[in-house]
Structures are given as C-alpha cells and as structure tokens.
C-alpha cells in the first residue's frame, strides 16, 4: 500500500537521521527544522512536504558522507526526487530536485547570500558546480517551481540551529498522507 512509504521513510529519517554530514546538527533535526519553518512561513503543505523530504537522497546510498569524506557530489537531490517521484506530485519533487539549483542561483543572484552559507554548504557547492553564471541563472529563473525552490533553499539554510526544539516527523504524517499520489 502506498501509505507503507511513510512509515517507510521515517524509518529511514530515524535510523540514519543522527548523521550530521559536516553540519553542526544532525540530518533528522535539520529536516524537522526545515519543515518547520516552512509552517510557520504558511507555505502550502507541498512546500511543507518538501521542506521534510529535501534531502532524503542524502539518505540513500551515503550520499550524505559523499562531499565531506569522499570529495564528490553525490547529487542527492536527484536521487531523492526520483524516489519520491512515484509518491508525490511534482509541486513536492520538483522543488526537492531543484533546491541545489536554487543554492547556485541564489549565490549568484543575493549579495552576501555565499557568505553566510554553512560550511558543509559551502563545499558542496564547490562539487555541485558552482555559483550560477548568468546564462545559468536566467535558464533557473524560467524553470517551473523555481520560485518554490528558491523557497526551500531558504528553510534548508534555517533549519541548522543547534538546541532547536521543534514538532516531529510524526507532526507531519497526515500533511504526507494527504499528497501521496494514488496508486
């Protein structure tokens, strides 16, 4: 049954979410603090769904240890999309598939926006390719949900506070449950 894929994925969150991946906290209480400032934004429940499922590819296959210890860019966002493609509608998939994108963008568009990016983020950046050029960005810009990306990226930024005491996964079952596609 499709909703098996939740309990599926928070399974996933539960036993690999301590990881930190160079951030100084861990995967779980980023996404949830994701997710959460998507809420209190009042973004739409996609865009909430989202912002808990970014960076599930970090998740598969260690991708989340690819940068850090491996020096390669694992494109997590790729991988999570593509598994939560058969799941979700694409105004949940494609901000996810587009939230790196959304990273390049802003560097190249926002003063100081490079600066103030976490340092995990910062070496990332360096294997996902880079500040945007500005054929790059004008390309971003006219993409479908970029503005929905863009979104996201910035509660990816937020959501890496140390001692944050926010709602859990299970705070966001019946938000999923409600955008699963029918199978």
């Known amino acids: 049954m499709t909703l098996a894929v939740i309990d599926d994925i928070f399974s996933m969150f539960n036993s690999l979410g301590a990881l ?21 934004d009042g973004a739409p429940d996609s865009l909430v769904a989202a912002a808990l499922l970014h960076d599930i590819g970090q998740f598969m296959d260690d991708a989340g240890n690819a940068a850090e210890k491996r020096g390669i860019d694992a494109r997590h966002e790729v991988s999570g999309a593509a598994f939560l493609a058969s799941y979700f509608p694409a105004e949940v998939v494609e901000p996810v598939r587009l939230h790196v994108d959304a990273k390049r963008y802003l560097c190249a568009v926002e003063p100081g926006y490079l600066k ?8 990332s950046l360096a294997l996902q390719g880079g500040v945007y050029s500005a054929a790059e960005t004008a390309a971003f810009a006219a ?18 506070r140390l001692d944050w005491d926010v709602p859990g ?15």
């Open 169 to 183: 996964l299970e705070s966001y079952r019946d938000v999923l449950e409600s955008l699963l596609i029918a199978k």
């Open 116 to 123: 103030g990016l976490s340092r995990a983020s910062k070496i």
């Open 143 to 160: 993409r479908p949900y970029s503005a929905e990306a863009i979104r996201l990226r910035r509660y990816d930024d937020m959501g890496k």
């Open 20 to 40: 930190s991946y160079g951030e100084d906290v861990t995967q779980l209480a980023h996404i949830l603090q994701a997710a959460h400032c998507a809420r209190e």
